[in-house]
């Protein structure tokens, strides 16, 4: 009898603890995001600053800055920041940022439905590389 309700407590036990550890990757799963910020950026001195001031931002699992685009993707989780405080940190140390409209290059792009997409549209995916422009004016990359 005795060993009958120690396998019975064993086994509520794993069940409890296996539906708990369910639970917790359920909800590491669904609270993960992520955003495309339109960022005003001159140089890649500028790039590093944005990339850093973000990578340490609470609740950022990864960066990916892209000067040419002026763009940085952001992965966070949505439980412990969200767009509007990541745009905010970047205004602290004098980057505007913004976030960006999310345009399918095949289906969105105003170029793609006369088959003159170029990639210049603001968010589009398409892949043509535009030429960095040197600025006189940055004022960062100090």
Do not use: W
């Not at 993960?32 to 609740?59: I, N, T, W």
């Amino acid at each position: 009898m005795r060993n009958l309700i120690l396998i019975l407590v064993a086994t509520m036990f794993t069940i409890t603890a296996t539906a708990q550890a369910q639970k917790v990757q359920k909800d590491k799963q669904t609270t993960k995001q992520e955003v495309v910020l339109k960022v005003k950026m001159d140089c890649q001195s500028c790039a590093e600053k944005v990339r850093k001031e973000l990578a340490f931002s609470k609740g950022v699992k990864a960066v990916d800055v892209n000067l040419e685009k002026g763009t940085a993707t952001v992965s966070y989780d949505s439980k412990r920041t969200n767009p509007e405080s990541l745009i905010a940190s970047l205004d602290k140390i004098g980057y505007k940022a913004s976030e960006a409209k999310s345009m399918n290059a095949q289906k969105d792009c105003p170029g793609v439905k006369t088959g003159g997409c170029k990639g210049a549209a603001a968010g589009c995916a398409g892949t043509k590389s535009q030429e960095v422009k040197k600025s006189s004016g940055c004022q960062h990359g100090r």
